[in-house]
C-alpha cells in the first residue's frame, strides 16, 4: 500500500523558516513526481509545488524565490524548504503522488496523500 507521511509543521513567525519531510513507502519512489499541496483554513486545497523522478521542479507564483522542493530517493523522501514565511502560509500541507509513475503534467491529478502537516505563521 502506498503510505506518505509528513512531518516538520508547527508554528513559526513571519519571516521563519520551516523544513516539512514526507517520508514514502509502497511504491518505486525514485520514479515518481511528488508534489506538496496545502489546505489554508475556510479555502480550497491548493498546489505548491512538485519535484519530477528527474528533479525538475516547478512551483505556484505565491511561493516562487521562497520555497524550495528537495528528493532523497535512498531514503524515500520528499522535502519542502519553506524560507520568508507569510501569515497567509498558515495551512495544513501534504504531500502527494500521483498513480502513474515517469509522468507529470501541469494540474495533473494526485492519487495518494499523506495526512497532512500544519503549519502556523504567526507573531
Known amino acids: 500500500d502506498v503510505q506518505l507521511q509528513a512531518s516538520g509543521g508547527g508554528l513559526v513567525q513571519p519571516g521563519g523558516s520551516l523544513r516539512l519531510s514526507c517520508a514514502a513507502s509502497g511504491f518505486t519512489f525514485s520514479t515518481y513526481a511528488m508534489a506538496w499541496f496545502r489546505q489554508a483554513p475556510g479555502k480550497e486545497r491548493e498546489f505548491v509545488g512538485v519535484v519530477t523522478w528527474t528533479d525538475r521542479t516547478s512551483y505556484t507564483d505565491s511561493v516562487k524565490g521562497r520555497f524550495t522542493i528537495s528528493r532523497d530517493n535512498a531514503k524515500n523522501s520528499v522535502y519542502l524548504q519553506m524560507n520568508s514565511l507569510k501569515p497567509e502560509g498558515t495551512a495544513v500541507y501534504y504531500c502527494?503522488?500521483?498513480?502513474?509513475?515517469?509522468?507529470?503534467?501541469?494540474?495533473?491529478?494526485?492519487?495518494?496523500w499523506g495526512q497532512g502537516t500544519l503549519v502556523t505563521v504567526s507573531s
Open positions: 502527494a503522488v500521483p498513480r502513474r509513475a515517469d509522468y507529470y503534467a501541469e494540474a495533473m491529478e494526485f492519487d495518494y
